[in-house]
């Protein structure tokens, strides 16, 4: 235990870089509930997470604007994710921004489609940091903060080997009947 510990404050920044270029949070919570344990330090790991977010959406955005030929045609098989996330850029405008950060399944697409229309490099660069300095507060700090919780919740499963599939089995069916929800034709 005390090797992967080691292993994790040597190459933890690194770990929580290159999931936060994706715009996971998970690592970040993680990097919270690490430097609670004394293992990370929490200042430099909500540095990092935002400093991979901020580039990481930045990238989505430059490369959607400049091959929007071959994006699209990665994003056929998300016709309708695309959809919604076009009409919420439309409805929401710059605060999608922000929202988009925490919603899986289009966090991804919503710099991609802002970079596919006319939306301004320059404007979205800027509310990408300060959304993304945001991000990076609330996980982190959520993370170091429930930190003893979740660290007893995870010995709690550790205890009860069944509880976790059943937990995993409700989040994912949750998530997908949501997106499926969302992005589903309505009848008239």
Request: aromatic share 14%; net charge positive; glycine share 8%.
């Amino acid at each position: 235990m005390e090797d992967i510990l080691s292993s994790l404050s040597t190459y933890g920044y690194i770990l929580l870089f290159l999931y936060s270029f994706g715009g996971g949070f998970v690592a970040i919570v993680g990097a919270g509930v690490l430097s609670y344990m004394g293992n990370m330090d929490i200042t430099t790991s909500i540095v990092v997470a935002c400093i991979a977010n901020i580039i990481g959406d930045s990238f989505l955005f430059y490369m959607a604007r400049n091959n929007k030929a071959s994006i699209k045609t990665h994003l056929v098989k998300h016709k309708r994710k695309l959809a919604l996330s076009i009409l919420w850029m439309r409805r929401k405008g710059d605060l999608i921004v922000f929202v988009q950060k925490y919603i899986y399944g289009v966090k991804t697409l919503i710099p991609i489609v802002m970079g596919m229309s006319k939306y301004s490099y320059t404007r979205f660069n800027i509310l990408n940091i300060f959304a993304s300095i945001l991000w990076a507060l609330v996980f982190g700090l959520s993370g170091y903060y429930s930190a003893e919780h979740l660290i007893n919740f995870i010995q709690f499963i550790g205890e009860n080997k069944i509880v976790m599939p059943i937990i995993l089995l409700t989040l994912l069916g949750s998530i997908w009947l949501y997106i499926t929800k969302l992005t589903s034709k309505k009848e008239r």
